[in-house]
């Protein structure tokens, strides 16, 4: 089944303990981003690539690293969560970079930061 | 940056009939696409239809359709005959199709179908 997962799916953790959230596609897809979804803020992308190993910010990027080592993977890296950083997290894909292509979302990470 | 703005956070229909979600959009380049996105309440983001800024004919997807206007930067999305599967949220985006790397998405509107 072609889908995009992410891992874990809650997570709840302390400020300053560095967390890995994994994304993963089977699709072969080009492009991947990351998106955080705050209420009455709606979705910003943080980070996103085109392909591997070239990575490019967002809106939001300050407080989050990537990487594109492997095409299938997208991971989303907080070196040192802060309470501002609670939020979901949204990773997508999709075939390539033009602009008219469908993005494939994954099922969403809640995360949450005392 | 682009700016999707959707005025209305809430909206309610009654099972049957139909209802317009409004969004609007600011931008200086002249080739995008913009998107209707659902979100319901398993949280799982669904495309619901794309538009291309230089297609003329407004998208249609079965009981889903939008009125593009160009000129006034405006992006609404009809929902005909309303099904209860139908309640979620709502994201109307932006993605240019020159840098065509960024997506830009607008705060939403809450979609509630009375039975």
């Known amino acids: 089944e072609a889908q995009v997962t992410q891992n874990p799916r809650y997570l709840i953790t302390v400020t300053g303990k560095k967390l890995t959230v994994t994304c993963s596609q089977n699709m072969n897809h080009e492009y991947m981003s990351w998106y955080r979804q705050d209420p009455g803020l709606g979705l910003r992308q943080i980070y996103y690539s085109m392909n591997v190993e070239v990575t490019d910010k967002g809106d939001v990027p300050e407080g989050y690293k990537v990487s594109r080592k492997e095409k299938r993977n997208f991971p989303l890296i907080l070196e040192s969560p802060s309470p501002n950083q609670t939020s979901l997290y949204f990773c997508?894909?999709?075939?390539?970079?033009?602009?008219?292509?469908?993005?494939?979302f994954g099922p969403g990470t809640r995360l949450t930061v005392l | 940056a682009q700016t999707v703005t959707q005025s209305q956070p809430e909206m309610s229909v009654q099972e049957a009939e139909t209802v317009t979600l409004s969004c609007t959009y600011d931008t200086s380049e002249s080739d995008y696409y913009l998107f209707w996105y659902k979100q319901p309440p398993s949280r799982q983001m669904i495309l619901v239809i794309r538009q291309e800024a230089y297609k003329q004919q407004n998208a249609t997807e079965n009981r889903f359709s939008v009125n593009f206007q160009k000129a006034a930067k405006s992006f609404s999305l009809k929902i005909s005959d309303s099904q209860l599967g139908d309640a979620a949220m709502y994201f109307c985006?932006?993605?240019?199709?020159?840098?065509?790397?960024?997506?830009?998405f607008g705060t939403g509107t809450s979609l509630t179908v009375i039975p």
């Open positions: 997508a894909s999709s075939w390539s970079g033009r602009a008219g292509d469908e993005q494939f």
């Open positions: 985006a932006y993605r240019s199709a020159g840098t065509g790397n960024q997506f830009y």
